[in-house]
């Protein structure tokens, strides 16, 4: 039995995607919209762009939000904006792109959006393996407000369920600036603390023993933003989705 115990242990890895001693099941998170119910209309990807995922990395959309679109309204202009990138960009961010560039959209109040199924290979602008990457993007741009409370829960359920399902070890949790290294600030300085802090992975494994860490935002960074997302204040002009990393 010994014997047994050390080749699972050896198998899975110290920092694995499971403690087999202590994981428990962890459920989807209930604030989950589907593809279905938010109106997902994408174009058929190839089977050459099909995926076993090793990676969960996480981004923020690079626009400021102010509240001004329905979470909904914003994926599905983002996935539309996809779509005519060749008519729209130059290049190389002219390429196209026949669903969401992400697996998973959080807003600002915590609901998780249904993007491109995770069978498939996610998008970027920047130049890294994308192949094994499951894609999470935060609405917000958090090198200029904070993500909300509600944001961050969301995430670190998500990211816990994605883990199980999918068997993604706790030490391939990244943000997109650590797969694009010098390429990007992606996913802000007031998320990325959290990752590079290992708090991150410290509520995501608590999820993954079956407790409901209490998840707050921590005090405002000394060279970071001040607002949290939930207050900004809409600017002059409406939002966009060019900033998509």
């Known amino acids: 039995m010994r014997i047994r115990i050390l080749a699972i242990t050896l198998l899975l890895g110290a920092t694995g995607w499971a403690d087999v001693a202590s994981t428990q099941p962890v459920a989807r998170p209930d604030n989950f919209v589907t593809r279905a119910e938010w109106g997902s209309t994408p174009d058929p ?17 690079g626009v400021l939000w102010t509240n001004r679109v329905d979470p909904a309204i914003f994926v599905k202009n983002m996935q539309a904006w ?10 190389p961010r002219d390429t196209f792109w026949p669903d969401l560039p992400y697996h998973f959209l959080i807003a600002p109040n915590g609901k998780i959006y249904e993007g491109r199924l995770v069978e498939y290979e996610p998008e970027s602008n920047t130049k890294y393996s994308v192949n094994g990457n499951i894609g999470i993007e935060m609405m917000g741009d958090f ?20 883990c199980q399902e999918y068997k993604v070890n706790l030490d391939h949790i990244r943000g997109h600036k650590d797969a694009a290294q010098g390429q990007t600030t992606c996913p802000g300085k007031d998320f990325y603390r959290y990752i590079e802090s290992g708090q991150f992975r410290g509520w995501v494994q608590e999820y993954m023993k079956g407790n409901t860490p209490k ?4 005090p405002a960074l000394a060279d970071g933003p001040t607002i949290l997302i939930t207050e900004t204040k809409a600017p002059t002009t409406a939002p966009t989705t060019k900033s998509v990393k």
Do not use: F, M
Not at 45 to 61: E, F, L, Y
Not at 215 to 218: L, M, P, Y
């Open 215 to 218: 998840i707050e935002a921590g």
């Open 82 to 91: 996809g779509k005519k990138r060749p008519q729209l960009e130059k290049p």
């Open 143 to 162: 090198e200029k407000q904070r993500p909300s409370a509600s944001q961050l829960q969301s995430c670190a359920h998500l990211t816990a369920w994605l």
């Open 45 to 61: 990807i190839p089977d050459s762009r099909k995926q076993v995922p090793q990676w969960v990395t996480i981004h923020h959309a």
